[in-house]
């Protein structure tokens, strides 16, 4: 995912990029992953045109494609794994057509054509990513030494929910692409609502050393408050850290004879633009 690749080329310079957020009302920071990628990408001159849509704010789904003047139009979701979202309602407010039960990924619009793309979070690409947060909570929090991924166990934190498996396949799924690479001494799953549980990662690892990387694509409720709390700090002192605008948990914090490094959600890691190229040049074929 090198970004010598992007420089000088004109393969997308007839295109435009949307990229679609889920956004809310009640999270400002929901938004920033969506914007922190779209300047990035537009800094880089690789589009005509790079767009920001969200289902929950403006600019609204339902009107982004009146703003998109160029040729080819790549929508690229900033979701974690295929589900009611990616599969249903993007699709189907971008205009894109039913076929066999399924919405088709490409159509035309007048002289356009629109290419959807699969969802961020399913690309193997999305290693790197986990891993580079991993590294960098660890780097950024020595003390008293940055142990070696070698004796480190990593857990990869999700929502876990029976409303839609795909998240937790998309999380699974990173487990064994990690486990196979042998860089850490253990890797494991964990959810928040099925098995196996956050807070069992103390039982669950044998390293003394843990690194926790929440799979989200933006920070909030989940992350900041649920999370930590789940990790065994209690909820006043992560609500008053909260207020003080301080991170809810401290790294790396010692609990249950282990060693854990917390690390922030996985959206607003810089390498997340190269995954959206990697969606856009496989819908382009």
Not at 70 to 83: K, M
Not at 175 to 198: D, K, Q, S, T, W
Not at 227 to 256: D, S, Y
């Amino acid at each position: 995912m090198a970004h010598d690749r992007d420089v000088g080329t004109n393969e997308f310079s007839d295109a435009a990029l949307v990229l679609v957020g889920h956004g809310s009302t009640l999270n400002a920071e929901s938004s920033a992953p969506t914007y922190q990628h779209a300047d990035e990408l537009g800094r880089r001159g690789i589009f005509a045109q790079v767009i920001e849509a969200f289902w929950k704010l403006e600019p609204s789904l339902a009107g982004v494609l009146r703003g998109a003047f160029a040729p080819r139009v790549f929508v690229v979701p900033l979701f974690i794994s295929e589900g009611y979202f990616t599969e249903e309602v993007i699709p189907r407010e971008l205009g894109f057509q039913l076929k066999d039960g399924r919405f088709e990924r490409i159509r035309r619009r007048g002289s356009q054509i629109i290419y959807y793309c699969g969802p961020v979070g399913t690309h193997d690409s999305m290693t790197a990513v986990l891993l580079a947060r991993a590294r960098d909570v660890v780097a950024k929090h020595p003390f008293p030494r940055a142990p070696a991924p070698a004796e480190t166990a990593l857990f990869i934190a999700g929502h876990g929910t029976g409303m839609n498996e795909n998240s937790r396949k998309a999380i699974e799924h990173q487990v064994e692409l990690i486990r196979g690479m042998n860089v850490y001494a253990e890797v494991h799953p964990a959810f928040m609502e099925e098995e196996p549980r956050i807070n069992d990662c103390y039982t669950v690892a044998k390293a003394k050393n843990l690194v926790m990387v929440p799979f989200f694509i933006s920070d909030g409720l989940h992350s900041y408050e649920d999370i930590p709390v789940m990790l065994g700090e209690t909820a006043p002192v992560v609500q008053q850290r909260l207020k003080a605008g301080q991170a809810t948990w401290r790294n790396p914090t010692e609990k249950h004879g282990k060693r854990l490094w917390y690390a922030s959600s996985i959206g607003n890691e810089p390498l997340m633009a190269d995954v959206i190229l990697e969606r856009v040049r496989e819908a382009a074929g």
